[in-house]
């Protein structure tokens, strides 16, 4: 768990950086499933990142003042009620929310609409998630406009209305030791799950049945949630990269690719394995395999501080491309099947992004037009992947096979720790886990 203190710290420094306005933080809205049923509410990040509050119907408003007199934190929540308590859980209230999350002021959220025309009144500019629900961007005008009904009386407007995201990504972009904590966390209970799921794994299984083994594991441990759907994905499925049907059944013979993390207090680990269902890998798979965990180690070796986050990509690319030439699925020097794209064929996307409360986390990739350089701090995605359909100049031996080999990183002082080494990644190694099934 992140202490409450460390929110408190968060805006703090948010509000020293913003110097003067109001900041105004909702979280995400509740979501309708189908009739009266809703969808598990997960609370907005941003606005999780300034709080620690995970309830619905709450909005954070921060009071900056540049000129001496600090800043207020001001929680909008819902009322303390006994009776929808018995139908729907606890709630903490604003008296109780106000101590526990050490904000200055909290109110019920009934009183939003009136308030924030008056703590928007005389100030500069108003901050918010600009674009993020144009629901709430209309809300955001009115209380503006609310304030200029009142410019006989010498009530200024905010003259501008800014992107918050410009200073919040910034800071979720480096994680505190606390973070790195829970994402070590979640980084273990992610690994466990993947080494379930290769000892689960047989032949005639269908892949909902090992996502269900992923899932036991991750709610086991505490955590809250998967991080994002799984993908479990055999045979050439595996060659969609965002396949999350999950109901063919295992044959084998098959490779099966697992991209799934957990999701433990509000942070993710996102790991992929991939590996045979009958538990030996055949020369073919073996070579794709190889391949793609030595395109991943060159990428972990380019993560450090100063590298570009671009430079663990180009290792990948590089060593990717030299082994389809070695394998027959692409012709020519390296220089000219990476200058033309034709190693796109069969690896299409990028090697990485950043991680943190969101799977892809918030944070810029370039700076300047220039990839920026890695810090400290940061954490990443490292996933390089091999994807074979069928087609008329490639070997048949490598047709419907999808690999991809996935770890999350963080840069440290001196070079990178990999979160997710525990989870089997060699060859020797899952073919190992995988002959003691049901032992």
Request: glycine letters at 8%; charged letters at 25%; proline letters at 5%.
């Amino acid at each position: 768990m992140i202490p409450i203190k460390s929110f408190s710290e968060r805006r703090r420094l948010l509000a020293s950086q913003m110097q003067k306005g109001v900041a105004v933080i909702p979280t995400a809205a509740e979501q309708l499933r189908n009739g009266d049923a809703h969808f598990p509410f997960r609370f907005d990040s941003y606005f999780y990142y300034l709080t620690g509050f995970r309830e619905p119907e709450a909005v954070l408003v921060i009071v900056a003042d540049s000129d001496g007199g600090g800043s207020r934190h001001i929680l909008f929540c819902r009322e303390k009620d006994t009776e929808r308590e018995i139908w729907d859980g606890f709630r903490y209230g604003p008296d109780a929310a106000r101590e526990v999350f050490k904000v200055d002021e909290a109110y019920s959220i009934a009183g939003l609409d009136e308030m924030l025309p008056e703590l928007l009144a005389d100030q500069p500019a108003v901050y918010c998630l600009l674009g993020n629900d144009a629901a709430w961007d209309a809300r955001v005008i009115g209380w503006i406009n609310r304030v200029r009904q009142q410019s006989r009386s010498g009530i200024t407007v905010p003259a501008e209305i800014r992107d918050l995201r410009f200073l919040l990504d910034e800071m979720r972009l480096f994680k505190s030791r606390e973070e790195l904590q829970v994402m070590r966390r979640a980084a273990r209970i992610s690994g466990d799950a993947h080494r379930r799921a290769m000892q689960k794994t047989r032949p005639g299984m269908s892949e909902y049945e090992v996502e269900a083994e992923l899932l036991c594991e991750f709610r086991r441990h505490g955590a809250q949630a998967p991080a994002y759907t799984p993908i479990v994905a055999g045979g050439a499925n595996a060659c969609v990269l965002h396949y999350v049907e999950n109901n063919a059944r295992l044959n084998v013979g098959d490779l099966l690719l697992i991209d799934a993390g957990c999701e433990l207090d509000g942070y993710a680990a996102d790991i992929t394995r991939t590996f045979p269902v009958d538990g030996k890998f055949s020369s073919a798979q073996s070579d794709l395999y190889q391949l793609v965990l030595a395109a991943q180690a060159a990428a972990i070796n380019e993560v450090r501080p100063g590298n570009s986050w671009d430079a663990p990509h180009s290792a990948a690319v590089r060593v990717l491309a030299q082994g389809f030439i070695d394998l027959g699925l692409c012709l020519g020097s390296v220089d000219k099947v990476i200058g033309s794209g034709d190693y796109k064929r069969f690896y299409m996307h990028r090697t990485g992004h950043w991680l943190g409360l969101d799977v892809h986390d918030a944070g810029e990739y370039k700076q300047g037009g220039e990839w920026r350089p890695l810090q400290p701090g940061m954490t990443l995605t490292v996933e390089p992947g091999c994807y074979v359909s069928p087609a008329d100049n490639v070997p048949p031996h490598f047709w419907n096979m999808g690999v991809r080999i996935e770890d999350d990183v963080a840069v440290t002082e001196t070079g990178c720790e990999v979160l997710t080494s525990a989870a089997p990644k060699t060859v020797a190694e899952i073919e190992e886990l995988m002959q003691h099934r049901g032992k």
